[in-house]
Structures are given as structure tokens and as C-alpha cells.
């Protein structure tokens, strides 16, 4: 199957008379992506003046997650929505070192060897291994004898490569970036403080690159296929457009999904 993805992207410092519509470093305040619109699994993330990701809305525009934070900027609480109404949550409180102490009042333990952190949640128990990014590099859940891994590298601040094994279900996903400016979201920097909560909430809200400072050039997803990407912009819009076409044995197929990311001032 063919995908088509659109990934917008600010590119500009959009004076009226400038023709450079394609450095995405001279980018304003990031204020909404849209992921996969016109799919049951839209998404919209929601960012306000400074930078902070406040919540997620579905399609329909009702709240699915709505996020709170402290004073440095770590979520303190998530929100979780059924039909725009709140029907659970998580709260995080952090060590010195600026990683998760606790989930919903229970102690997450911290192996200082491994940089590994363990809690037990509904009969899962979750270790967290972090690099010194504080970026999750290993998440391993044990329900009973059975595990389920999750395996992460990075470069430069970029997911290179995502493997998820278990006894039933195995994936894999190895990134390829192209690092012109035109390229460049930083969508990390503002994604961080949910990786780090989602590390420990939903280990697969990694795999998407989401965290990464850059768009993928390319993403193979089990030979033979692969999505590769391409940019443009978006009329009359503060935006830069990538799209990604999946390819399986070089013929390409279907679109499957758009996303989009908004800039302002």
C-alpha cells in the first residue's frame, strides 16, 4: 500500500515581499499539527504562545488529552477524554535530574546503573531506559512471563531506527533525514515533554519520529517497503508541506493519510 503524508511545516519569516519560502528555521511559534485528517485517527495538537503542547483533539474537535505543566515545563498531569468528557488521567511528579519520580502518587524506582526506571501499572510492569538526552532508548513491559521490547537510537536528535518485538507482533521502522534547513521543524523540542511522560503512558507514541528535529528523508518500514519524502508549501498558509509516498517494490499505490503542522506568530 501506498501512503501519502502530509507533513506541514512553517518556512518562513513570511514578510509579504520575501521570496524565501523555504528555511524553516526562520519559523515562528509552532500552533497546531494535524495528523491524519480525513482518518478515524486524526489528531490535532494544540500549542500555545509559549511553546507548550496543551492539548489533543480528535476530528470532531473534542478534547481526547489535555496537558498541564509546572513551572519547568514538565507535565505534571494528563488528561484523557471519551467524547469530549474527562473519564481518567496520570499524574507525574520528577527527580533532580528532570525524569519521572512518580506515577499517580506510586514511587517509579530508578536503577542509577542502567539509568533505567521501573513502575507497575494494572498488571504491567514498564521499565524506562534514558540516555543522557533523557530520550527513552529501551522500554520493556512484562505482563506475567510474557515481554514486550521496544528498542530506540538516535542521532543528532533524530529517531534512526524503531524496533517493537514481542511473542505476537513484531515492528520495525529505520529513519533516513535529509538535514537542509528546509527540513528542520524541531518538532522535538516541543514534542519533549510528552515523550518523556508517553515513554512510561504509550511506548508506541515513539515510533512516528514525532520527537525528531527534523522530517524524515525516508522511513523503511520492512524491506521492500518505504516512505519518502518531499516538500512544498501550502497556499496561503504559514506553513512548509512534505509529503511521503510509500513505495513496495518501487511501485507506489494509495494515499493513505495526511498530517499538518502550522506556524504563527
Not at 163 to 178: A, D, K, Q
Request: charged share 15%; hydrophobic share 30%; glycine share 6%.
Amino acid at each position: 500500500m501506498k501512503k501519502l503524508l502530509v507533513l506541514a511545516v512553517l518556512t518562513v519569516s513570511f514578510f509579504s515581499c520575501s521570496n524565501d519560502t523555504d528555511n524553516a528555521s526562520n519559523a515562528t511559534a509552532l500552533r497546531e499539527v494535524v495528523l491524519f485528517r480525513n482518518s478515524p485517527q486524526e489528531l490535532h495538537w494544540k500549542f500555545n504562545t509559549t511553546g507548550q503542547l496543551t492539548e489533543a483533539t480528535n476530528g470532531q474537535n473534542q478534547v481526547v488529552e489535555r496537558y498541564t505543566y509546572n513551572n519547568l515545563n514538565q507535565i505534571t498531569r494528563v488528561g484523557l477524554f471519551t467524547n469530549g468528557t474527562e473519564t481518567s488521567s496520570y499524574t507525574f511528579t520528577y527527580n533532580n535530574n528532570g525524569i519521572v519520580a512518580s506515577i499517580n502518587g506510586n514511587d517509579v524506582v530508578h536503577n542509577s546503573a542502567t539509568n533505567t526506571y521501573t513502575y507497575s501499572h494494572n498488571g504491567t510492569v514498564r521499565s524506562v531506559t534514558f540516555n543522557t538526552d533523557k530520550k527513552a532508548t529501551q522500554i520493556v513491559d512484562m505482563v506475567g512471563t510474557e515481554s514486550t521490547g521496544y528498542l530506540m537510537t538516535y542521532q543528532a536528535g533524530n529517531l534512526t531506527s524503531y524496533t517493537r518485538t514481542s511473542m505476537t507482533t513484531n515492528t520495525s521502522r529505520n529513519y533516513n533525514y535529509n538535514t537542509m534547513m528546509t527540513y528542520r521543524t524541531e518538532l522535538g523540542r516541543y514534542t519533549a515533554a510528552l515523550a518523556m511522560v508517553k515513554s512510561f503512558m504509550e511506548p508506541e507514541f515513539l515510533a512516528h519520529a514525532f520527537t525528531s528535529e527534523y522530517v524524515p528523508e525516508e522511513c523503511h518500514h520492512g524491506a521492500p517497503a518505504a516512505l519518502r519524502f518531499s516538500y512544498g508549501v501550502i497556499p496561503g498558509e504559514r506553513s512548509l508541506q512534505f509529503t511521503s509516498e510509500e513505495f513496495v517494490n518501487d511501485t507506489p499505490s494509495t494515499i493513505a493519510a495526511y498530517q499538518e503542522y502550522y506556524y504563527g506568530n
